[in-house]
């Protein structure tokens, strides 16, 4: 079973990793706000379409990470009670 403090590191790199991809959310959507606001070509549309994509791509890859982060922190919850007792 891994140490406390190696679930405690990937746990706290993993959360920074979200905080970039949370960023790049961010852009993307300011990015399809700023495309939206002029005129509208053929072009643009496919813009605004590959920003929606990144953006969806960006929420699984969230999803996914967040998910595997409770259960880092269940399994640190578990270590830290195994070496109380």
Do not use: F, W, Y
């Not at 959310?25 to 939206?36: C, D, Q, V, Y």
């Not at 996914?64 to 009670?81: E, F, K, R, W, Y």
């Amino acid at each position: 079973m891994a140490t406390a403090a190696l679930i405690h590191r990937n746990t706290l790199k993993s959360l920074n990793r979200e905080g970039g991809r949370l960023l790049s959310m961010k852009n993307n959507a300011e990015a399809i706000i700023r495309l939206s606001e002029g005129s509208i070509t053929p072009e643009t549309v496919e813009q605004i379409i590959m920003h929606a994509l990144a953006i969806q791509h960006d929420a699984e890859d969230t999803q996914a990470a967040l998910q595997n982060t409770a259960i880092a922190i269940g399994d640190l919850s578990v270590t830290a009670l195994t070496q109380q007792g």
